[in-house]
């Protein structure tokens, strides 16, 4: 699924429609110090038998999200594109 890299649409901060710039969602980095992430590496530490945990549900497709820039105020809002689709999203220069 192609998308272009600058879009007209609506801007939060702005409150008016103005041009924007794309670019795609990529996850941050794992945070080792996060209480949650802590508290599962010290569940593995040791003999220990499997970590008890949510069962993974493998999802068939996925939200499409972008970021979104304001050229004006320079500010960031994400975006999900349409539903879940099996379609990579990549953004084609103008």
């Known amino acids: 699924m192609q998308?272009?890299?600058?879009?007209n649409t609506y801007c939060p901060y702005c409150r008016k429609k103005t041009?924007?710039?794309v670019k795609?969602?990529?996850?941050?980095?794992v945070r080792t110090l996060a209480e949650g992430q802590?508290?599962?590496l010290a569940k593995?530490?040791?003999y220990t038998s499997?970590?008890?945990g949510k069962v993974t549900v493998y999802k068939?497709?996925?939200h499409q999200t972008v970021v979104l820039t304001?050229?004006?105020c320079k500010k960031k809002h994400t975006k999900t594109i349409g539903s879940r689709t099996k379609k990579t999203l990549e953004l084609k220069k103008r």
């Open 60 to 62: 068939q497709a996925k």
């Open 24 to 29: 795609l969602y990529k996850k941050g980095k």
């Open 3 to 7: 998308m272009p890299d600058e879009i």
């Open 70 to 72: 304001c050229t004006v």
């Open 44 to 46: 593995g530490k040791g």
């Open 38 to 40: 802590r508290k599962h």
């Open 50 to 52: 499997k970590i008890a």
């Open 19 to 21: 041009k924007h710039k």
